[in-house]
């Protein structure tokens, strides 16, 4: 094995990464590949409450650094997937913790041992989001079809291609089609073409998404939901699949047709 | 503008997010354009004259890319002596 290491990133903050690692982490690990995850936001830990797994933290990535455990001993195994790890962050405030080729020296030692390594960059274009693309074989940039995350995200896609780390690919999250389809929100196409960058998937606004979250258990996991389905896809195409996008649109499709007539929302 | 012409706010984010971000790719604020635009002018004027009326200066978008787009109309010399 020889992971690939996909980092996800956005600029702003609030528009899903964590989200997006938790459920392509797992939805890649339900596929049967060895997944492991890394919590970048150094003083900020989120990503194991997203999924669900912040009772069994020994060790987070600072210790590993500074030598006091093994890499081994920070990776927790999920409940569900045995394939599926994550290793945290720490909840220190020094943010200098961690550097570039601390990253780098960590993906080269988890490479041999895993299909997949995600990596949940901090917000913002400082050292966090430095090191979280130091190792990156390939970038996600995660926005809401919003003015100010469509503004960061660009800003960021702009920072990638002087540092070399080119083609990002883009996930558009909480897409509300309703909006769109009135007017009132930016549509994935609106922006694609102000990006400029390749597609990666469009996941849709979806409560499901928050319930997921609230449960620690990420919504891939649950069959019913559209985000989940999203996320699913992603996970399909960075294995390499061809899955065709959705049909976003609420008010037609034979998906939503199956759902009026057995009733379901 | 009644309800049904009043423009919905996607188009104004779009054209909006728009100047935004070839102001933010490029580091030239609105103002710094128009003294490149004046300059510009200045440096043709010398050698040739031209319709400053009609001339448009902008940078345009394609893909990932920018680009200085001017459109300068030349006036043309019959024209000069006739008037």
């Known amino acids: 094995m020889t992971a690939q290491v996909i980092t996800v990133t956005s600029g702003k903050g609030g528009v899903g990464k964590t989200t997006a690692v938790a459920n392509l982490a797992t939805t890649i690990a339900m596929d049967g590949k060895r997944v492991v995850c890394i919590d970048g936001d150094i003083g900020l830990r989120n990503l194991d409450v997203v999924m669900g797994l912040e009772n069994r933290i020994v060790y987070d990535i600072v210790d590993v650094i500074e030598g006091r455990c093994k890499l081994r001993q ?3 195994r999920d409940k569900h997937y045995p394939e599926l790890y994550l290793i945290p962050a720490a909840q220190t405030r020094d943010k200098n913790a961690v550097s570039p080729s601390d990253m780098v020296r960590i993906c080269k030692d988890l490479r041999p041992d895993a299909d997949f ?3 949940d960059s901090p917000a913002g274009i400082e050292r966090g ?8 074989d390939r970038v996600l940039v995660v926005t809401n079809p919003e003015v100010s995350a469509v503004r960061d995200a660009d800003r960021v896609v702009g920072i990638l291609e002087a540092e070399g780390k080119g083609n990002p690919a883009l996930i558009i999250n909480r897409l509300n089609s309703a909006l769109v389809k009135n007017n009132d929100m930016l549509s994935a196409e609106d922006v694609l073409d102000l990006l400029g960058i390749q597609l990666i998937g469009i996941v849709p606004e979806d409560e499901s998404v928050i319930i997921g979250s609230n449960r620690g258990a990420p919504v891939v996991t649950d069959p019913k939901s559209r985000a989940g389905m999203a996320f699913r896809n992603i996970g399909k195409r960075l294995q390499g699949e061809e899955v065709p996008f959705m049909d976003l649109d609420p008010q037609s499709g034979l998906w939503t047709a199956i759902q009026r007539l057995t009733g379901r929302k | 503008m009644g309800f049904f012409t009043r423009k919905r706010s996607a188009s104004s984010a779009k054209e909006r997010l728009q100047l935004v971000l070839v102001h933010d790719r490029t580091d030239l604020t609105p103002a710094q354009l128009e003294a490149l635009k004046d300059d510009l002018l ?3 004027s010398r050698y040739i004259e031209i319709d400053a009326d009609a001339v448009q200066i902008g940078v345009e978008r394609d893909g990932r890319s920018q680009r200085l787009v001017a459109d ?4 043309s010399v019959t024209n000069q002596r006739a008037g």
């Open chain 1, 74 to 76: 920070a990776m927790i």
């Open chain 2, 72 to 75: 300068i109309p030349l006036k």
């Open chain 1, 129 to 136: 989001f430095r090191n979280a693309i130091a190792a990156a």
């Open chain 1, 117 to 119: 390594i995600i990596i």
């Open chain 2, 42 to 44: 200045k440096a043709i």
